[in-house]
């Protein structure tokens, strides 16, 4: 493992003692992943160039340790025999996403940025990381799923990125409904500006008909029920790493923390859909880029300091500790 992983944000023994009470884990995990995947008509397929220039085969790939680190490397570790599958797992969705639009930044056009982004670094890192920090044990190997697999109703945290050109097919939306509407929840990270907040609302409309968003504030537990994060929301914004604006003045709130991403992509929201009961199915962070706080740990001290350890580490467990016991 490389030395890339010291020990960071020490968690009480009253908050150890309280995740181990409520079993985040997940029991069994009701059943192993499937020998082989089927593609479905309109959820795509076939290779990806991922952002450290590699190819994975979206008909293949089931995990994120097959699939080499494009970062500083991703930890080792494994779970004590007879509870391998014992554990919270950090599963990603596998989506099609769409042709990007002359609106957007140079960086973006042309591009399909889609569900691939920080994968399989974040997926690996916050894993290890919520197994070093709680009580928790989780899957070393990690999951990626489309949503019209069975296997999806096994794993009650689902994560998305880059949704703002996603493309559902009319089974995956009838799939995806399903799951939110039996428990499951999505948390989604990292998409930009006013363009793919459309496009993201657009087709979770097609999802949940009907739901309203509702933007969280900062009192909101989710922010404070493991590690007590300090507001005010905007100070929780994290910058991709490569667009940083290190020259930023801290003390000027108007100065931008990165380059600009789109319009209307300097101010950070948490806006979630809730089920009849009040349970959260689907949160989003939008203008916030959490999990390269999870990818990128490793490149830079500057960046570790500032960003993961201080936002997204915190972040990430108050997250999974929340969303798996309410």
Known sequence: MPRRFP??????????????????????????????????????????????????????????????????GTPNWTNPPGFEKDTFTFARALFRAGPTRATQPPFHRGRSIGWWVDFPDADLNLSYRLQQLTSIRTDPDG??????????????????????????????????????????????????????????HAEMEKVLPGRSWTELNFDHPIFHCVYDLKGPM??????TMQFWNRARNPNDPNAPLQIDRGPDSQRMGVRALHDDKGRIMVVAFHNSDISDGWEREGEQPDYFATFSEKISYPLGVNLVFYLMTH
Not at 48 to 59: F, M
């Open 234 to 239: 905007q100070a929780l914004q994290v910058p």
């Open 7 to 72: 020990v960071l944000l020490g968690v009480g023994a009253l908050t150890l003692a309280v995740l181990a009470a409520v079993g985040v884990a997940q029991p069994g995990r009701r059943g192993a992943p499937p020998s082989s995947r089927q593609g479905n008509e309109g959820d795509g397929g076939g290779l990806v160039r991922t952002e450290g220039g590699g190819l994975v085969d979206e008909a293949t790939v089931r995990t994120a340790r097959e699939v080499d680190s494009h970062s500083t």
């Open 143 to 200: 999951r990626v799923l489309r949503f019209t697999e069975p296997e999806l109703h096994q794993y009650p945290f689902l994560y998305l990125t880059h949704p703002g050109y996603m493309q559902l097919s009319e089974a995956e939306i009838a799939a995806f409904r399903k799951y939110l509407l039996a428990g499951g929840v999505a948390v989604v990270i990292d998409f930009w500006n006013s363009v793919e907040l459309a496009g993201f």
